[in-house]
């Protein structure tokens, strides 16, 4: 398995991202100094970290310096050892406001040379390269920066597997600019990610709640670095079924554009009825951690990504009974194992589904953007960074045809579609 670059980008990311690096370093072992580390956990380690002198380790990944509070949070946390000037871009002068328009020029203008410099070195001290890992809002002042470094890395490393871990509004309590920018960074993601894992706050709060838990950022970002710990498992240690990226995408994928995944991620318990625990996460309203307006179990096609050491045949049995049977996919299932467990939470499962209600959401989305920009609510702070109507309406082109390419698979498979989309307008 080839080595992985993480990029950070906005408050959101940075935090995910911290998060995530304390967790590796967790299940790695490495902060147990008294406990020297056994084959298994050093054995790949070179996918997430540089071995140095005197095995010491260094992370491979960039954090955007985008606030004085982040960096002071990571360069006293006990992480920073792990850390060094190559993965925090330099401190610039800063005037950056909500919008995309706001964002994208401060890429171009004071960090494109900068991080692809950064960018470079790592990836010329890495063995054999697999990809970069992208942590970032779709909504937020990052939205610009992370869009147009996913471009340039498209255009630099065609080869190269990208994918992307992106926070979407919530429905809900969304704002104008928020909308306009989701959408203009689904114009990116879909042209030039190969994965795209979807994840919204609205959704992991009521998940929190029902655990009886405070819904905090920290709590939030804690469930989503769990999640990006188990997506690369398997790249990272040895496993009875290994897989990456790269065999998620080809399997989960359909058509080329339709790339956008949801997610759900449970411990479970061997000794008791674990069969009926995972077929469990089928159920939507208990474990989807991606957005709550899910009404029907229905997939073109899902994967199971397991930490444990469990006979593989209980899982086809499990595969069985919840796998959608689409008579245009032959299989619409695959599983990849790690016989290495959490280090916290033991045996781990998760599942990723390429959901084919994503349509809807987006075309929710789509509905509003096209709502406002009509009015022109907001367009002049994206016209005065440079950014002409054109755009708008290319973005909002390309999103409408997005959406109906969901909506034409949905319907050349399942006759009660139009009534669910139906139903979902009147929901919303």
Known sequence: MGEIIQ??????????????????????????????????????????????????????????????????KLLTSPECQYINNDLLLSKRNRNISGAFSNGQNYYKDQVQDELFEKLNRHIERC???????????????SSGQSSHAINQFRERFPSKMCSSFSLIPNIVSTNTIEIYNMTFSLNHLIENSDIVMLFDYGALEKK???????????NNNNIIAECILQMNCSQRFPGHLNGDFKKIAVNLTPFPRQHFFTCAF???????????????????????????????????????????STNNMDFHQVFSNFVNKVEWIADGGVHINCKV???????????????????????THAEIFTANFRRKAFVHYYL??????????????????FVSEYQQCCCGTFSDDEEYYEQSEDYN
Not at 295 to 305: D, H, M
Not at 341 to 362: A, S
Not at 385 to 400: I, K, P, R, V, Y
Request: hydrophobic share 30%.
């Open 7 to 72: 990029m950070n980008f906005g408050d959101i990311g940075n935090n995910i991202g911290h998060q995530y690096l304390e967790k590796l370093i967790d299940d790695h072992y490495l902060n147990d100094k008294s406990n020297s580390l056994s084959n298994q956990y050093t054995q790949k380690i070179h996918v997430s970290f540089e071995e140095q002198r005197n095995q010491q380790y260094q992370f491979r990944g960039i954090f955007d310096n985008s606030s004085d509070q982040f960096t002071n």
């Open 341 to 363: 467990e959490n280090r916290n939470l033991g045996k781990t499962v998760m599942h990723v589904g390429n959901h084919r209600d994503l349509g809807q959401l987006f075309k």
């Open 384 to 401: 005065s960074d440079g950014m002409d109507e054109m755009e708008f309406t290319e973005a909002e082109s390309n999103l409408n045809d």
């Open 127 to 141: 063995d054999k390269f697999f990809g970069c890992n992208f942590i970032h809002s779709t909504y937020d002042n």
């Open 208 to 218: 929190l709640q029902k655990l009886n838990q405070l819904c905090t950022f920290e």
């Open 266 to 308: 449970a411990p479970f318990n061997t000794n008791s009825d674990w069969i009926s625990q995972l077929q469990h996460l089928s159920i939507p309203e208990n474990t989807y951690l991606t957005y709550h307006n899910i009404t029907r179990n229905q997939y073109f096609a899902q994967s199971l990504i397991t930490r444990c």
